[in-house]
Nanobody, 123 residues
Framework: QVQLVESGGGLVQAGDSLRLSCAAS????????MGWFRQAPGKEREFVSA????????SYADSVQGRFTISRDNAKNTVYLQMNSLKPEDTAVYYC????????????????WGQGTQVTVSS
C-alpha cells in the first residue's frame, strides 16, 4: 500500500500559475503509474493528467492540454502538476492517485488516493 499527500494548492487569480506536489510514502514509487484528478463542487471527479512509471509518456484532458504539465521525480517519490494560465473553471479539489493502469483516465483505474488539495482561481 502507498500513502499519498498532496500540497501546493491555494487561491490565485486567473492567469496565474501553481505547482502541485504529491509525495508518496513508498520507495517503490517508481513502480506506480500516477494520475491527477479534480472534483469541483457538485460535479463528478474528472481526469486531469497521467504519467507512466518512467515518466516518459504523459496524457492530458482536453481542458488542460497545453496549460498543465505532469512530471515525476522517482528519486524523491514525488509527482508534480504544473498549472499555468489558470482559469476560474479550474477551481476544484485536486487529487493524486497511484497504481493505475498506465495512462488510465478513469478513477476506477487507480487504487490509492491522496486527501486532495484545494485550488481556487478567482476571475
Amino acid at each position: 500500500q502507498v500513502q499519498l499527500v498532496e500540497s501546493g494548492g491555494g487561491l490565485v487569480q486567473a492567469g496565474d500559475s501553481l505547482r502541485l506536489s504529491c509525495a508518496a510514502s513508498r520507495r517503490t514509487f517508481s513502480s506506480y503509474a500516477m494520475g491527477w484528478f479534480r472534483q469541483a463542487p457538485g460535479k463528478e471527479r474528472e481526469f486531469v493528467s497521467a504519467i507512466t512509471r518512467s515518466g516518459t509518456i504523459t496524457s492530458y484532458a482536453d481542458s488542460v492540454q497545453g496549460r498543465f504539465t505532469i512530471s515525476r521525480d522517482n528519486a524523491k517519490n514525488t509527482v508534480y502538476l504544473q498549472m499555468n494560465s489558470l482559469k476560474p473553471e479550474d477551481t476544484a479539489v485536486y487529487y493524486c492517485a497511484a497504481d493505475g493502469t498506465t495512462l488510465g483516465s478513469s478513477a476506477s483505474d487507480y487504487d490509492y488516493w491522496g486527501q486532495g488539495t484545494q485550488v481556487t482561481v478567482s476571475s
